[in-house]
Nanobody, 125 residues
Framework: QVQLVESGGGLAQAGGSLRLSCAAS????????LGWFRQAPGKEREGVSS????????YYADSVKGRFTISYDNAKNTVYLQMNRLKPEDTAIYYC??????????????????WGQGIQVTVSA
């Protein structure tokens, strides 16, 4: 089992920044990819970004490219999502997830094995 705990959400103004953190604990896997998903009211869960420990590759959805940055701190077993130039359409519940194949892509919810509880991000216009 892998436990994932998100933190850092909240309220921001359009154009502002937030940084999400996701601390992983529990069983360690040689290969592990961590991803961020989001779900807005009435919409399907969307893959936002992922990072693979196999080759360090990163993925970003088109809607966040150039604004969001994913990173991983091995010493802390924590993945971060730095969100800059936030837009009202970024408002959603953000979920951290783990893929034990280690690839992380495609960033589809059914490919991920473990999930955090989710954290609210609200961007005001």
């Amino acid at each position: 089992q892998v436990q994932l705990v998100e933190s850092g959400g909240g309220l921001a103004q359009a154009g502002g920044s937030l940084r999400l953190s996701c601390a992983a604990s529990g069983r360690t896997f040689r290969n592990l990819a961590l991803g961020w998903f989001r779900q807005a009211p009435g919409k399907e869960r969307e893959g936002v970004s992922s990072i693979s420990n196999r080759d360090g590759s990163r993925y970003y959805a088109d809607s966040v490219k150039g604004r969001f940055t994913i990173s991983y701190d091995n010493a802390k077993n924590t993945v971060y999502l730095q969100m800059n130039r936030l837009k009202p359409e970024d408002t959603a519940i953000y979920y951290c997830a783990a893929d034990i194949t280690g690839w992380g892509t495609p960033v589809l919810a059914h490919r991920y094995d473990y999930w955090g509880q989710g954290i609210q991000v609200t961007v005001s216009a």
